[in-house]
């Protein structure tokens, strides 16, 4: 039989929800700026240039492309600094609008956080000096490999562990210690997304002396969404519709491509 308080409680956090979602797009739209969660560390993604300040990198264009959408310019956004394992609770406690950070979409992570549809997909890769004798997944066994505190390739790395006897992590708080950990020699190779690896490797001061090796066929791929707080469904319908927009004109592969040839060695850390 059907509990009928049970179905009022039920609907009745789905209205609060909505009213809530309408609440937080009405204050973007009466602040007239977004605030964006985004990493400061890498390169080409989302970074903070140490010279100027600005914010830079293919994630903080797209921020400043939805920014445009949303409020009418590139300019109205704001950027709040975000590592991995600070994402999901920087929107659980309102610091920030959404977040654009490489968060991959996870059944368990949409539990706790909303996300829009996919504005970039990618794969697992591991980083290994050159030379190494790591050629691939299997190669890992009695290894040292860095991952990122709070991240999926930490989670995926974790799972994989017993597959990989004598293999050990090395986690580190930011995705760019991830190549500074095998660059110090405190690790034999790092797991992280192949587009954050790539740029890592390219903007580091010798990208010659590093090997990236796809090891995607031994995961689901990482589709990147910009995640809201729960239940911020009139913001998330702007986010799909802005999303959209980006996609079909070209402007998301335009700035990933200008930012992936824009990223050249030595670029200073944050």
């Known amino acids: 039989m059907l509990d009928l308080s049970v179905l009022g ?15 937080r797009m009405d204050r973007i739209q009466s602040r007239g700026r977004i605030i964006a969660g985004i990493s400061f560390d890498i390169p080409g993604v989302g970074y903070r240039n140490p010279r100027t300040g600005l ?7 797209l921020a400043r ?3 445009e959408e949303l409020l009418g310019a590139p300019d109205r956004v704001d950027f709040f600094q975000v590592t991995d394992e600070q994402r999901i609770p920087a929107l659980q406690n309102d610091l920030v609008d959404m977040v654009l950070s490489q968060i991959t979409i996870t059944p368990d992570r949409a539990g706790q956080v909303d996300f829009s549809i996919p504005y970039l997909v990618t794969r697992e890769a591991i980083l290994v000096p050159k030379g190494s004798s790591i050629n691939s997944f299997d190669d890992l066994k009695g290894k040292r490999i860095a991952v990122t ?6 989670r995926r790395m974790r799972a994989c562990l017993p597959s990989l006897p004598g293999a050990t992590l090395i986690v580190t708080p930011l995705s760019s210690g991830n190549l500074e950990a095998v660059a110090k020699g405190e690790a034999d190779a790092a797991s992280n997304d192949l587009i954050n690896l790539t740029l890592m490797r390219r903007a580091c001061d010798h990208p010659d002396r590093y090997d990236i090796i796809d090891i995607g066929d031994r995961f689901d791929q990482k589709p990147f969404g910009v995640a809201v707080r729960k239940g911020n469904q009139s913001l998330l319908d702007r986010l799909n519709e802005a999303i959209n927009i980006l996609t079909a004109n070209g ?3 335009r700035l990933l491509n200008k930012n992936i040839a824009g990223v050249t060695g030595s670029a200073e850390r944050p």
Do not use: H, N, P
């Open 55 to 61: 914010i830079e990198g293919f994630e903080a264009d």
């Open 251 to 253: 402007d998301i592969d």
């Open 9 to 23: 409680s039920a609907m009745e956090t789905i209205g609060l929800q909505k009213l809530r979602g309408r609440a």
């Open 65 to 67: 492309a939805i920014a």
């Open 149 to 154: 505190a709070g991240s999926i390739s930490l």
